[in-house]
């Protein structure tokens, strides 16, 4: 990371060049926790790269490899089309298990899917950024539990998760609500989790004010752009006549009249 703040990579790089280079600063970032810099580097390689699919095939599914975690990481799911892209297809087979994992909050298969496909995940030298997907599955399978059941044992929860016992399940789960993933509140002395009632939103003032918010953004945006609009100086007075020029159109106007007046006195 010091290298490459301490450094400035040439413009006149070609695009294979930047292409790498971006894949490159988009690991350091995912090493970094800086997943938001992370994806949008990985989604500038991805672009940079030579768009002939014989041309950097290898390049362009290490890259897609890198974007899936890191996308998976942030909470995203990724688009399902980037799975069933010819090229992409084989390579992306075990991290496609790993989204579907996610998805569902599967703890068991996520962990199935890593016990498969481990010796390959430390090939693409992705095995440490997968590990850290694992809190991601479990915070998904807790929403999902929530969505499901209005009150449910510590040890329900700690056996649907897949976990040792039902003291880390309570600690996920205050974790969980602690964080705004889960409306709930946890009954120590009962060991039951008690999942909280969903208002309907459409009920509150919440849509109204969404929509006001919406329109003064959308108004500030319109009064912005008038107010940086820029003319040049006296640019109203090219339509206007000199002085000059009145002078001699009052001059001309009054000939005219003049002898409009003389041909009607001589009829």
């Known amino acids: ?98 989204t579907q994992a996610v998805r569902v909050g599967d703890v068991k298969l996520f962990a199935e899917v890593l016990e498969q496909h481990g010796e390959r995940f430390q090939r693409d030298r992705l095995y440490t950024l997968i590990l850290r997907v694992r809190h991601n599955v479990i915070k998904t399978g807790v929403r999902m539990i929530n969505l499901s059941y209005s009150r449910i044992s510590l040890d329900d929860v700690a056996q649907k998760l897949h976990l040792d016992s039902a003291e880390d399940a309570e600690f996920i789960v205050a974790k969980a609500a602690r964080d705004g993933v889960v409306d709930a509140v946890i009954d120590r002395e009962s060991g ?9 939103v459409y009920s509150t003032n919440e849509p109204q004010t969404a929509f006001h918010n919406r329109i003064s953004f959308c108004l500030n945006i319109h009064n912005s752009s008038v107010k940086a609009m820029r003319y040049p100086p006296d640019a109203h007075r090219k339509g206007l006549e000199s002085a000059e020029e009145r002078r001699e159109r009052e001059q001309m106007e009054k000939e005219l009249a003049q002898e409009i007046a003389d041909d009607d006195e001589d009829y």
């Open 1 to 98: 990371d010091k290298l490459v703040s301490k450094s400035a990579f040439p413009e006149s790089a070609s695009n294979g060049e930047w292409a790498r280079h971006l894949y490159y600063l988009a690991r350091i970032r995912a090493i970094q926790l800086d997943y938001s810099e992370a994806l949008r580097h990985v989604q500038q390689a991805i672009r940079k790269a030579p768009s002939a699919a014989a041309a950097a095939a290898g390049f362009s599914q290490t890259a897609h490899k890198l974007m899936v975690i890191v996308q998976l990481l942030l909470g995203e799911i990724p688009d399902r089309s980037t799975f069933r892209v010819r090229m992409l297809a084989s390579a992306l087979q075990p991290y496609f298990l790993l």
């Open 192 to 200: 039951f989790v008690r999942s909280k009632e969903v208002a309907d």
